[in-house]
């Protein structure tokens, strides 16, 4: 249960806070640590909201967007590629997704994540800050993967953005769930370059985890596999699935397989979301 909030006015100052107290967490939208039975259980709450992290800001090469913005100020933003804005949508909920922030979704790594599949195979830079047991603070940018593949080890740092290169990549997300309100059995990110190099795969599956399929992403950079059936086949093969109320796993395995396989066809006909 909550017993303090602290509002941080630095990100100095709120990642001093979290070395601080042992049982605390960093408040952004609150959608998550307020919601009942919440996994996350925290004693101090470290509010973000005065730190300026709010921006999308739109360069000649890329996008930067704060870690505190909202899925509704992504949704709406015409500065946002059109994938990143889809995977916001998947919140169902106005009035979450005006409060859920990009850094709360992408930071809980759910199974059932909103935009934690696309942003990792977009290939997004997280721009992170750390402070060490000195007192030494530091920015830092850290491929989403990375800090996916080393999740553990990232705890305790402050997301502070997500820097979108401008490209033609493609770049596509799909939400497989009974209705927008309810939860996703399985949410699938695909990207990959014009030449199909650098093929990005990962599936959020309902209370497994978000999964990067790595056997899929170099056989199909490497042209062993080539169809759409092949693809999904191959998915289906790789994916950890666990049976629960939102399908069996062999459901989660074949529309896991399903969802990669859609957005590898559009990729094929030069579909750009
Ligand atoms: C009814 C309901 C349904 C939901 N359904 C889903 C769902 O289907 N999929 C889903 O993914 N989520 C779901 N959620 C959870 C939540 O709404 C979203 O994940 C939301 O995007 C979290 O963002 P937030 O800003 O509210 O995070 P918060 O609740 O403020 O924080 C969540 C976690 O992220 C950490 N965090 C926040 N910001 C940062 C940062 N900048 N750097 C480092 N760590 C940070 C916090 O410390 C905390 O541990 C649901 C919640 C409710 C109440």
């Not at 920015?139 to 502070?160: M, N, R, T």
């Amino acid at each position: 249960m909550m017993k303090k909030f602290l509002v941080a006015q630095s990100k100095e100052e709120a990642l001093s806070l979290k070395r601080l107290h042992a049982k605390s967490v960093f408040y952004a939208g609150g959608t998550e640590i307020n919601r009942l039975e919440s996994a996350v259980q925290a004693e101090v709450a470290i509010d973000l909201s005065k730190l300026g992290l709010n921006r999308i800001e739109e360069k000649k090469d890329e996008i930067i967007i704060g870690s505190m913005a909202t899925l509704q100020t992504i949704a709406t933003s015409s500065a946002v590629p059109a994938w990143l804005k889809e995977a916001a949508l998947f919140c169902g909920s106005f009035t979450r997704r005006n409060m859920a922030t990009i850094g709360g979704n992408f930071a809980l790594m759910l199974g059932r994540s909103y935009v934690g599949p696309v942003l990792l195979a977009s290939r997004a830079i997280l721009l992170i800050a750390t402070i060490n047991e000195k007192g030494k603070y530091a920015e830092d940018e850290v491929p989403a993967c990375e800090y996916h593949e080393h999740f553990a080890s990232y705890q305790g740092a402050l997301i502070l953005g997500f820097k979108i290169r401008k490209s033609d990549r493609f770049v596509g997300t799909l939400r497989f769930a009974v209705s927008s309100q309810n939860r996703a059995s399985v949410t699938v990110g695909f990207g990959a370059e014009k030449d199909l190099s650098k093929v990005r795969v990962y599936a959020a599956v309902y209370t497994v985890g978000v999964l990067r399929l790595k056997e899929t992403e170099s056989r199909i950079e490497k042209g062993e596999i080539t169809t759409e059936e092949e693809i999904a086949k191959s998915v289906a093969a790789e994916v950890t699935v666990k049976s629960d109320y939102t399908g069996s796993g062999e459901y989660k395995r074949y529309i896991a397989g399903e969802g990669v396989a859609m957005l590898y066809g559009e990729f094929l006909k030069g579909g750009q979301r």
